[in-house]
């Protein structure tokens, strides 16, 4: 389905005034007629009121064709089934009045900017005390930047761990006619696959970086990660999602990660698993640390010849040094003050 723009002029404006003047000229038609039928010009009079009321019964049609558009909105317009075409650009316009505007989805609410409430309520009141509502549905279609804040979903990584993750999708349409025809309803088909692919992708990295995983399908390890690589991982994200939704005439302006955790059946483990890792490391620094320290001590001792150590001396050294370094409390000295013998 190929979109066509309508160029109609904006005379909406003329056509209601001249509509209203007709049914206005038809009125006192049916009052000169009458009067005319009275005073004794019946055939002139007769024939001036059977076309007053003739217009009268057909005047209301041009007003079905007067449509209003604000900016960055459209209507998609059916005669008798057949596309016509889009009607595009804010104004004031007369249509034919028997089209009818198409929006399958002018009805669905998705968790998303845009979806305000397209329906107007008209109540009605009645002798009972109760209202009658009957609910008008804007068969618009908004061609605004609009963001899909999709549900937190729970996924296993590509270790299996299973994590919670949610995305906003910036979002608009650039074809009405594929929008409208190829697909039933283009918000749940655009939801629908913003969740399959962030599973797809999500699958691909492991939340943490991990040895030995492939994140780029090159065949060689890297350290890409959900966490680590959330610019990444989002651009894949949208061009997954942009490929699935060309056909409804979409286009996927940007994707962002919102949220994203372990899911709670795991999340404490998890955070013990983290802070085990940070002591090793914190602890592998502080020895690495200790030993230079050593080394650098028994080598200035050795050099400026202060004294001279046995190798069981300097074991005793080294272990005391080590000690000091290395503990998680203050050392509390102990003065010698008799022969090291």
Request: some cysteine; proline content about 3%.
């Amino acid at each position: 389905m190929k979109e066509t723009i309508l160029t109609n002029k904006k005379n909406g404006m003329a056509v209601m005034i001249g509509s209203i003047l007709l049914l206005v000229a038809a009125l006192i038609g049916c009052i000169s007629g009458s009067v005319l039928a009275d005073n004794g010009k019946e055939s002139i009079g007769i024939v001036l009121l059977i076309v007053s009321v003739v217009v009268i019964c057909i005047g209301w049609i041009p007003f079905l064709g007067l449509r209003v558009l604000r900016p960055n909105e459209a209507l998609v317009l059916t005669l008798f089934g057949k596309y016509v075409g889009t009607l595009k650009g804010n104004g004031f316009y007369f249509i034919n009045p028997f089209c009818t505007s198409v929006n399958p989805a002018a009805s669905t609410k998705l968790n998303q900017s845009g979806d305000v409430s397209a329906k107007g309520t008209v109540t009605k009141a009645s002798g009972d005390g109760e209202g009658i509502h009957i609910e008008l549905v804007n068969k618009k279609i908004s061609l605004k930047i609009m963001t899909l804040n999709n549900n937190r979903q729970k996924i296993n990584d590509c270790l299996g761990n299973p994590i919670e993750i949610g995305i906003a999708v910036m979002w608009r349409v650039v074809d009405t006619a594929k929008a409208v025809f190829n697909v039933d309803n283009y918000k749940e088909y655009l939801s629908l696959q913003c969740d399959a692919a962030l599973r797809n992708i999500v699958r691909i990295y492991p939340y943490d970086v991990a040895p030995n995983v492939d994140t780029t399908g090159d065949g060689i390890a890297d350290e890409g990660s959900l966490r680590g690589s959330s610019e990444v991982v989002a651009q894949r994200i949208k061009d997954e999602i942009q490929n699935r939704v060309n056909e409804a005439g979409l286009e996927i302006v940007e994707a962002r990660i919102t949220y994203l955790a372990y899911a709670p059946e795991i999340a404490a483990v998890m955070l013990q698993r983290q802070q085990a890792s940070a002591i090793i490391d914190a602890r592998k620094m502080i020895v690495d640390g200790a030993v230079g320290m050593v080394e650098m001590a028994l080598d200035r001792l050795k050099a400026n010849d202060v004294v001279s150590l046995d190798e069981e001396r300097k074991a005793a050294m080294v272990s005391n040094l080590l000690v000091v370094l290395c503990g998680n409390q203050n050392a509390q000295p102990v003065v010698n003050s008799g022969s090291l013998y």
